[in-house]
């Protein structure tokens, strides 16, 4: 059973930093890709970041030069570095899993999705 765990959020002052992290079991992590979703009240979710079986990296447009995603195979976790935090970057963090695509624009098989981590960027 793919099982998807984040932590890593909280509340932070605008220019602020904060690293969130997404531990996965329960299949070969090395072989899916993996990405981070995020979803503010009234909002449809969105997606943040992505990184392919390959390690090539996605990002949204808004959050471009600020936040970076990473995968440790060694560990089974997925990061993502968020700096200089705007209070627009408050919202629900999700990780991601799935057997193919790559986790940003399209997933192949379904995707997996952890609990979600809040973020809150307030000053």
């Known amino acids: 059973q793919v099982l998807l765990v984040e932590s890593g959020g909280g509340s932070v002052q605008p220019g602020g930093s904060l690293r969130l992290s997404c531990a996965a079991s329960?299949?070969?992590?090395?072989?899916?890709?993996m990405g981070w979703f995020r979803q503010a009240p009234g909002k449809e979710r969105e997606r943040v970041a992505g990184?392919?079986?390959?390690?090539?990296?996605r990002y949204a447009d808004a959050v471009k030069g600020r936040f970076t995603i990473s995968k440790d195979n060694a560990k089974d976790t997925l990061d993502l570095q968020m700096n200089s935090l705007k209070p627009e970057d408050t919202s629900m963090y999700y990780c991601?899993?799935?057997?193919?695509?790559?986790?940003?624009?399209?997933?192949?098989?379904?995707?997996?999705w952890g609990q979600g981590t809040q973020v809150t960027v307030s000053s």
């Open positions: 991601v899993a799935a057997r193919g695509g790559d986790c940003y624009t399209h997933f192949l098989g379904p995707p997996y």
């Open positions: 329960g299949y070969t992590y090395s072989r899916y890709c």
């Open positions: 990184i392919d079986i390959d390690g090539t990296t």
